[in-house]
């Protein structure tokens, strides 16, 4: 057999680059690393920088609900000393005298309205408006009168003056009834010195808004001074603030730019205090810190991609010339040998693969030897001959053998009518059936002819028993036919199988030229073996008078009488195994 063959095709192309494979994996063991550390400073940066957020966020809104809370207890408190004592008739003027004192005091206040006990007006007075001393109408259906005596304090809603201003009404009920109630109207601008005061970060403050979404402060007045039209934008981040149950949270602020922020009430007046600070602003040190990450991750890979390029050039060289010897030895180039002198376990490699090759072409040459075999001869029959290292059993020899012949019978009235797929897969069941046999009973095939074939028995291995080995193939065949038979029969095909089988001396041996080489046998036993399979009808074996004779005491053998062989003179008597 040539070995100049050509590599097989996924040897040719490689899918892939070795130089390739060990870059890649280099980098990425380089690259990886520094990766998965940016990722997680990143990550726990970003938890960090967020708790801190919550923290400062939550800190400020506190402080600044605590302050308001404080700026409106203390008014609270002043209006307490306006109605200590009760009513008497002629009043009025000490009463006018502790309002206006008042209103000094607290220039939040724009105006008082002093009520007796009888829920009368008695006075009112304003910074703006005409004061009004006096017994006056009845207000004991206005709302600040009636909060006041259900609670003793009653905070209105804000609302807004000229649609701008916001204010606030402040009930507060004397101790005793007969001190009556004061009702004071408080400028809420002034709560913007507590908002403002507030700085988170650059650019990052507080407001204050009620529960219907008015704005009360905002660290811009103008805002403030918009009434109606500026609280429109703040419903919506209350809403979403609130849904975090005073955590931080990032959405939009009123003007629709990212924010992140967190609430806190004031307990007297059901107001919401929101700190906000800008996401950009509040996360600048996340993105410096990425920055720096980014910075690092770029420097490392350009040095992972140097340092992955030089390694794998010297690492893919020698692994090539492995590839490529191994290309060529696969391919049957048993004779190269990879030379390499590196010095490490890539040479020690090499120096195993030239062994391998040298071991393979050994093998190789004895494979040959065992496939030409395999031809005539059982598989585990060639392999003996094989490892006995005696070629010359082959050689031409006088051997006693039982020949056994085994032919379809109206085979060739089938293959005329029947069409060449059918005829070709009846003969391939057929020579399976028959070869598995022979292959188990370790017999020669000498070959096929047509629908018929031949077997020996005793040669070139000889074996105990021959006459009872070869009986009792016959019968495996007959057996193994017969049972094909049925389903051809099945199918229509009028089929059947004799088989002859004769004993005696013959001479064996391999016939043929280079490329072609047959063992056969020749002497009078093949003959006599050919015509009583000729003879033979389906499911019947004939057997000579010397066979018969040698298995009579292991097999049922009945004699047919005598027949008239083609080439004989005399009529032989023919014998049949039950």
């Not at 001190?179 to 407001?207: C, M, S, Y």
């Not at 660290?219 to 809403?239: C, H, K, T, W, Y």
């Not at 012949?405 to 003969?427: H, K």
Request: hydrophobic share 45%; net charge neutral.
């Amino acid at each position: 057999m040539s070995t100049d063959q050509s590599p097989p095709s996924h040897w040719r192309t490689p899918r892939r680059s070795l130089f390739l494979k060990y870059f890649v994996t280099l980098l990425i063991a380089v690259v990886a690393p520094l990766l998965l550390g940016a990722t997680s400073e990143a990550w726990f940066g970003y938890r960090a920088q967020r708790a801190a957020l919550n923290e400062l966020l939550q800190a400020e809104s506190r402080s600044a609900a605590e302050r308001i809370q404080t700026f409106i207890d203390g008014i609270r408190d002043q209006l307490g000393w306006v109605v200590q004592l009760p009513w008497m008739a002629g009043d009025e003027e000490r009463h006018r005298i502790d309002a206006l004192r008042l209103l000094r005091q607290v220039t939040a206040i724009s105006s008082i309205t002093l009520v007796d006990g009888m829920d009368r007006e008695r006075a009112f007075i304003s910074r703006q408006d005409v004061n009004r001393i006096g017994l006056g109408a009845s207000m004991a259906s206005d709302p600040a009168v009636k909060g006041a005596h259900a609670s003793k304090v009653w905070f209105g809603p804000v609302r807004y003056e000229h649609d701008s201003e916001p204010y606030m009404t402040i009930a507060v009920a004397g101790n005793r009834a007969a001190a009556g109630i004061v009702i004071a109207d408080i400028n809420l601008k002034l709560i913007q010195e507590v908002i403002a005061a507030i700085k988170i970060g650059e650019t990052g403050h507080a407001f204050v808004i009620d529960d219907s979404g008015r704005l009360i402060a905002h660290p811009d007045i103008s805002q403030v001074l918009r009434g109606n039209a500026a609280s429109e934008g703040f419903g919506s981040l209350r809403a979403a603030v609130a849904a975090a149950n005073g955590a931080a949270v990032v959405t939009s602020d009123a003007d629709g730019r990212s924010a992140i922020a967190t609430s806190a009430r004031t307990a007297g007046v059901d107001w919401t205090v929101i700190a906000q600070q800008p996401v950009a602003e509040a996360f600048a040190p996340i993105r410096a810190a990425l920055w720096r990450s980014l910075a690092l991750l770029v420097v490392g890979t350009l040095f992972a991609i140097s340092l992955a390029w030089w390694l794998a050039r010297r690492m893919s060289g020698p692994i090539r010339q492995l590839e490529e010897g191994v290309q060529r030895i696969g391919a049957g180039q048993f004779e190269h040998r990879i030379e390499m002198t590196s010095g490490d376990e890539l040479e020690h490699l090499a120096n195993r693969f030239n062994d391998m090759a040298a071991e393979l072409a050994v093998s190789k040459e004895k494979s040959e030897r065992i496939n030409r075999l395999k031809r005539f001869l059982a598989p585990q029959v060639a392999e003996l001959v094989e490892d006995r290292g005696n070629q010359g059993l082959l050689d031409g020899q006088r051997r006693e053998v039982v020949a056994i012949f085994g032919d379809l019978r109206g085979f060739t009235a089938f293959s005329a009518q029947a069409d060449p797929e059918t005829i070709m897969g009846v003969l391939s069941e057929y020579y399976t059936a028959l070869g598995s046999v022979i292959t188990r009973h370790q017999a020669t095939l000498t070959g096929f002819a047509g629908d018929g074939l031949m077997v020996l028995v005793n040669a070139p291995i000889e074996c105990d028993e021959p006459a009872t080995r070869g009986v009792r193939l016959a019968i495996d065949m007959q057996s193994a036919v017969q049972s094909l038979i049925i389903s051809w029969r099945g199918a229509g095909h009028k089929i059947g199988f004799g088989v002859g089988a004769a004993m005696g001396p013959a001479t064996v041996g391999t016939v043929g030229y280079e490329g072609r080489i047959d063992y056969t046998a020749i002497g009078s036993v093949i003959n006599v073996a050919s015509r009583l399979c000729g003879l033979a009808v389906d499911a019947q074996i004939l057997l000579d008078p010397v066979l018969a004779e040698a298995v009579r005491k292991s097999f049922v053998v009945d004699s047919v009488g005598e027949r008239t062989i083609k080439g004989y003179d005399r009529p032989m008597r023919v014998f049949s195994v039950s």
